[in-house]
C-alpha cells in the first residue's frame, strides 16, 4: 500500500482504510510471528453479481475516524478472546472493480483453530459493526446503497446529486 492510509494501531492490532489497491503480503507481514503456528488470510473481493444482476463495481465510503475506532476495538476484543499474536485488519474505500479486494484481514496464532474463528469472526464483525457503506453499481441500472452486510436490503438511487459522507 503505497498510498495514504488512515490507520490505528494497539497492541497486537493493526487497522486501516485506503482508497489504494489492497496488498494481501503488506498485511499477511503486520501478523507474521516467528510464535505464529497459522496465519489465517482472508480477501473479500467484488464479485460480477449480485441475486442474478450483473455488478458493474462496487463503491465504499465510510466515517473514516470512526470506522477506524470500530474497527480498532473489534480487533482488540478478538485478540484477547482468541489469545491471537496479531490481527490486522484493512478496508479499501472508493470504486472496486470487479475481482479486486474490498477488505483484508489476517491473524495470526499459536494454533490454526483460534486463527480461523478469529478471522471469521472479525469478518463478521466488520459487517455487522463497522461504518462503511457500500453502493453496487448494476449494468444498465442505478445504483444500489446497501448496509455493508451480505444480503441485506439496499435502496434504488436514481438522480443526482449523490449523498456526502464524512472522510
Not at 97 to 106: T, Y
Not at 125 to 148: L, Q, S, Y
Request: aromatic fraction near 6%.
Amino acid at each position: 500500500m503505497n498510498g495514504e492510509m488512515a490507520e490505528l494501531e494497539g497492541t497486537g492490532c493493526y487497522v486501516g482504510l485506503t482508497h489504494d489497491l489492497l496488498n494481501i503480503n503488506d498485511v499477511v507481514n503486520r501478523v507474521r510471528s516467528p510464535q505464529a503456528g497459522a496465519i489465517v488470510m482472508f480477501a473479500g473481493t467484488t464479485r460480477d453479481n449480485f441475486g442474478g444482476k450483473p455488478v458493474k463495481e462496487l463503491q465504499y465510503s465510510a466515517y473514516n475516524q470512526l470506522a477506524l475506532r470500530t474497527m480498532l476495538s473489534i480487533c482488540q476484543d478478538i485478540h484477547a478472546k482468541h489469545g491471537l499474536i496479531s490481527i490486522a485488519m484493512v478496508h479499501r474505500l472508493g470504486t472496486v472493480p470487479i475481482g479486486e479486494e474490498s477488505i483484508l484481514i489476517a491473524v495470526s496464532a499459536p494454533h490454526r483453530q483460534a486463527a480461523w474463528k478469529a478471522g471469521e469472526q472479525a469478518l463478521e464483525d466488520c459487517k455487522e459493526r463497522v461504518e462503511v457503506w457500500k453502493r453496487e453499481e448494476f449494468e444498465g441500472e442505478d445504483g444500489v446503497w446497501r448496509a455493508n452486510r451480505d444480503g441485506a436490503a439496499g435502496q434504488k438511487i436514481s438522480g443526482k446529486p449523490e449523498p456526502t459522507l464524512s472522510p
